[in-house]
């Protein structure tokens, strides 16, 4: 098991702002691939708890992920696992790992009501910047495609102002965006609605 604090700034982006910053820190560079396979149940009990649990699918790699909201960022809780992700399939505690499970029982979700509710598939770019980690992201999910800027960092104060000043240069105002997941769920609830 691997955790981790994460702490990252992100900034949606027109298509037209994704391909200037593109043309600036990404040129020549190739993206690559990784589909992200969102789990909670069917009442959202995780994004109740502004909480997230995903596969991650990158070559041939699966990681199981759980973000839970920490003092600043997120707490990751991540995990190699073997689950063989497909759309609507239930998963059993035996699944998840057992520190998943413990943080899971702390929030009161029943594990044994997770489903695979969607799939979000982003081209990824990334680069070290003053030396935290800018990437840019384009997602496809529910027939909807958008575009993303992160900065992953250290540091929150000093990565806030490098994050703006990368901003300030191409005339973005700094506007946080929902995460992926919330933007997936938001999008999938739109759909049923409909």
Do not use: W
């Amino acid at each position: 098991m691997a955790t981790n604090n994460e702490i990252e700034f992100k900034q949606l982006l027109s298509q037209s702002q994704y391909q200037s910053i593109y043309n600036k820190y990404f040129p020549e560079m190739q993206p690559f691939s990784q589909t992200n396979y969102y789990i909670d149940t069917e009442q959202f009990d995780l994004r109740s708890h502004k909480s997230a649990l995903r596969i991650r699918v990158k070559d041939d790699y699966y990681e199981m992920t759980l973000k839970v909201p920490a003092e600043v960022g997120l707490m990751e809780y991540n995990f190699e696992t073997h689950v063989i992700p497909e759309l609507n399939k239930e998963l059993v505690a035996n699944d998840l790992p057992l520190e998943i499970t413990e943080q899971l029982n702390k929030m009161n979700v029943d594990v044994n009501q997770l489903v695979i509710l969607g799939a979000l598939t982003t081209s990824r770019l990334e680069k070290e910047v003053q030396g935290n980690l800018l990437v840019l992201d384009k997602s496809d999910y529910l027939n909807y495609q958008d575009y993303e800027l992160e900065y992953e960092v250290e540091d929150y104060d000093d990565g806030l102002i490098q994050f703006k000043m990368i901003l300030e240069a191409f005339d973005i105002k700094h506007e946080t965006p929902e995460n992926k997941v919330q933007r997936f769920f938001n999008r999938k609830s739109n759909l049923n609605n409909n």
